[in-house]
């Protein structure tokens, strides 16, 4: 396991932007696919962003229809961290947010503390 504790989260309002964090420490994880995940109030956890490693220094991005345009991921392997910023935001962006890596094959099998994100109409 490697420990990731996610941090940026907040309150905004409707169609500002944050900029979320995760820190993974211990080990690098620059092969390894990334993601983040949120979890709604009485929904189940849904796929937002993945950052999926192609060999060498290639990344290939995926995204959530909900959040494409929106929503940029980015990961800095000198720090060994992982970002998502959020743009234009919207109340149904309101989730707790969820670092993930796979360290293990493809399925993503360790996950963060999450962040709170809380967007008002």
């Known amino acids: 396991q490697v420990q990731l504790v996610e941090s940026g989260g907040g309150l905004v309002q409707t169609g500002g932007s944050l900029r979320l964090s995760c820190a993974a420490s211990e080990r690098t994880l620059r092969t390894n696919d990334m993601g983040w995940f949120r979890q709604a109030p009485g929904k189940e956890r849904e796929f937002v962003a993945s950052?999926?490693?192609?060999?060498?220094?290639?990344?290939?991005?995926d995204y959530a229809d909900s959040v494409k345009g929106r929503f940029t991921i980015s990961r800095d392997n000198a720090k060994n961290t992982l970002s998502l910023q959020m743009n234009s935001l919207k109340p149904e962006d309101t989730a707790v947010y969820y670092c993930a890596a796979a360290l293990q094959g493809s399925s993503f099998d360790d996950w963060g503390q999450g962040t709170q994100v809380t967007v008002s109409s």
């Open positions: 950052t999926r490693w192609a060999g060498r220094n290639i990344y290939y991005a």
